[in-house]
């Protein structure tokens, strides 16, 4: 399709224009809807983490005051275990009373002291836990953050403004059409085929038997036409003091120091000499002036 430049430029311009606006439109439902969500959670995980640092401080105060209790009791079981050396018989007799006494404290100390560390171990899992989650609720803020800078991406896509104005749009079908698998569109326009499949009713499963019937249609169509008449004497000189005359113009034109290219054509440039097929001739708008 030979377009005139100017229009292709305006078309160019309105669909950049249409474009802009859906990514406004797709920021203010970010902005109104997901974003509250998203710092509501952020805001949730900072309580968490205040509660659980405060509810950490119990246990570890526990166990602290426990091992100085332990440290108490080993000193004074030391002491009384060396009267228990001395050559005074009464200094061993008292000696071995504490040395009991002080043996069962230490060992119910130590008891008590692995039940308050395995409830200190819950709490640190729970402080652990929080921290983690907030790290994780501050990233995804982060992350939205830059998504509103490429909206058509990430959060963006959920929005009801991507999937009723770019779903469907003029990009999506250049670049399914065009195989174009390197968009970063691509996935989420292609997972939207089953979609609009499903809402049209379109049959799928029969989708290859009826491509066949249809090829089949076009051949027997191109078999069942009336074959031209066959050409005259005239007609055949007259074809090749044509394609003589062509053939002198095409080496006219390859000799010229400089050749220009036809770069219209979806395929890549081509010599202006050579013809492209109606079929080949895509119309679509050059990227250069779009900006997607």
Do not use: C
Not at 65 to 80: G, P, V
Not at 227 to 248: C, F, K, Q, T, W
């Amino acid at each position: 399709m030979d377009a005139k430049p100017e229009l292709l430029r305006a078309l160019a311009d309105s669909l950049n224009s249409y474009d802009e606006a859906v990514r406004n439109l797709i920021r203010d439902e970010l902005e109104t809807i997901i974003r509250p969500g998203l710092e509501a959670a952020r805001d949730q995980a900072v309580a968490r983490l205040g509660d659980a640092y405060a509810a950490l401080k119990v246990p570890q105060e526990q166990v602290a005051e426990t091992d100085e209790a332990i440290a108490y009791a080993e000193k004074e079981l030391a002491t009384y275990q060396a009267d228990m050396e001395s050559s005074s018989v009464s200094v061993r007799a008292s000696a071995r009373s504490f040395v009991a006494e002080w043996e069962q404290e230490l060992a119910s100390l130590r008891t008590a002291r692995a039940q308050k560390s395995q409830v200190l171990a819950a709490f640190t899992d729970e402080h652990r836990a929080a921290k983690d989650a907030l790290a994780k609720a501050e990233m995804i803020l982060g992350g939205f953050e830059l998504n509103l800078e490429s909206p058509f991406m990430g959060y963006g896509r959920r929005t009801a403004a991507y999937q009723g104005f770019r779903i469907g749009s003029y990009p999506m079908w250049v670049t399914l059409l065009g195989n174009n698998t390197g968009h970063p569109e691509y996935d989420a326009f292609y997972s939207a085929i089953d979609d609009i499949a499903e809402a049209t009713g379109y049959d799928t499963e029969s989708l290859r038997e009826r491509l066949l019937q249809k090829a089949r249609t076009e051949t027997q169509e191109n078999f069942s036409r009336d074959p031209e008449p066959a050409p005259s004497g005239r007609d055949i000189v007259d074809s090749e003091l044509l394609s003589m005359e062509v053939a002198s113009i095409n080496r006219a034109l390859d000799s010229m120091p400089s050749r220009i290219d036809d770069y219209r054509s979806p395929i890549g440039a081509l010599p202006r000499n050579e013809a492209v097929r109606e079929s080949l001739r895509v119309p679509r708008v050059p990227d250069e002036m779009r900006t997607h």
